[in-house]
């Protein structure tokens, strides 16, 4: 997401860099372009007015004005006020010391909320934690076999009764269940509306009374954009919500819910949900984010994602072969594999400093390129993976009528996989390659 607003930003920065020395003029310029933007990504207006009233009180000041690279100052200044805006640091869920930690779940129906669940429940896991999941949302009984499902998939146990049972109750019997089951974390799905109604909102306050969650999140879809802020508000009202969950944040390019909802609810964003994969859910981290948004990269939650889904054995097996400056298309297809696991390529590039997001929308990223190659890979025989110098005519042939491709398809992989050889080969004897993007085409 923020692809529109990040582009557009650039443009307003693109402006103050042709400037050796900043005016006034100048600085009101580049605030008025800022407000357009946010506006237009579905920004609440106060929250326009207030943020861009802040950067120009700081940037009017000696500290841009004065300075001898005015330009860096004011999108450092930019960059702290979004920082700010979204919440500064990133706060995690509070743990009781006596388990199971509840934690509810409220939001519209069509929110992801249930998704959110299992992909919460995955997230615990992950953290070593041992989760339960209660299917509390009676009125749409797909709700009650999507968390089942999710269970089954994650070995996650799934607490129900059905779809005639009172949510209070079921809420209330999942907690004694979870005490039983010796699970350390709870996580109740309640039921959601087309639209809030005093039903819903009684429904949900007399859940809360009865079980007392240690956390309450609120799960809202980014791609609402400023109506996010009108739905945290009344649930703020009536719920109490303690953080927001936003999904969907990869389908919507104005991320004005993002920037919103703290500013006006006071609550933090808690996770930042994405994607169908239940493992594309993360802790969600201001700084992060607004350095997405300027075009500085965010190397830290790149790193983390690469700890977290590559293998080290692997990862060691594959160095001691570099070292023996061996390196075959399984090794190839395994790297892919590993890559794969962090998620989309254009996710990953987005993540890359001096590759704003708004750059990304003109880029060529197709993640099915990928399947194409692996199908070439794995219609190979293990003799032709080891020693890629055998496969003569009629074995390309062969492998692409295989992988349902073609010649042409064939023989640009083993002209790629030459160049990556040869790099993993520099690479192995402790010397940098001159191009490591060679095998991309033509790079600057």
Known sequence: MFESLSD?????????????????????????????????????????????????????????????????????????????????????????????????????????????????????????????????????????????????????????????????????????????????????????RLHIDDKLMEELVRIRHSVKPHNILLVVDAMTGQDAVNVALQFQERVQFDGVILTKMDGDARGGAALSVRAVTGKPIKFASSGEKLDNFEYFHPDRVASRILGMGDVLSLIEKAERTIDERQARELEQRLRKATFTFDDFLEQIQQVRKMGSISSLLGMIPGIPAG?????????????????????????????????????RRR???????????????????????KMMKQLGSGRAPKNPFQMFGNSS
């Open 8 to 192: 557009k930003l650039q443009t307003a920065f693109d402006g103050l860099k042709r400037q050796g020395k900043l005016t006034d003029k100048d600085v009101e310029r580049a605030a008025r372009e800022i407000r357009l933007a946010l506006l237009e990504a579905d920004v609440n207006f106060k929250v326009v007015k207030q943020f861009v009233d802040r950067v120009k009180d700081r940037a009017l000041g000696s500290e841009v004005l004065e300075s001898l690279t005015p330009a860096q100052q004011f999108i450092k200044i930019v960059n702290e006020e979004l920082t700010a805006l979204m919440g500064s640091a990133s706060t995690k869920l509070t743990f009781s010391p006596r388990p199971p930690t509840v934690i509810m779940m409220v939001g519209l129906q069509g929110s992801g909320k249930t998704t959110a669940c299992g992909k919460l429940a995955n997230f615990l896991l992950g953290q070593g934690k041992a989760p339960g999941l209660v299917a509390g949302d009676v009125y749409r009984p797909a709700a009650v076999d999507q968390l089942k499902t999710l269970g089954e998939q994650l070995g996650v146990p799934v607490y129900d009764e059905g779809t005639s049972a009172d949510p209070v109750d079921i809420a209330k019997h999942g907690v004694k269940w979870a005490q039983d089951k010796g699970r350390d974390v709870l996580i109740i799905d309640t039921a959601g």
């Open 359 to 395: 750059k990304l929308k003109g880029m060529q990223v197709d993640d099915r390129a990928f399947d194409k190659i692996q199908a070439l890979i794995q219609s190979m025989t293990p003799e032709e993976r080891s020693h890629p110098e055998l496969i003569n005519g009629s074995r």
């Open 399 to 421: 492998i692409a009528a295989g992988s349902g491709s073609d010649i042409q398809a064939i023989n640009q992989l083993l002209a790629q996989f030459k160049q990556v050889q």
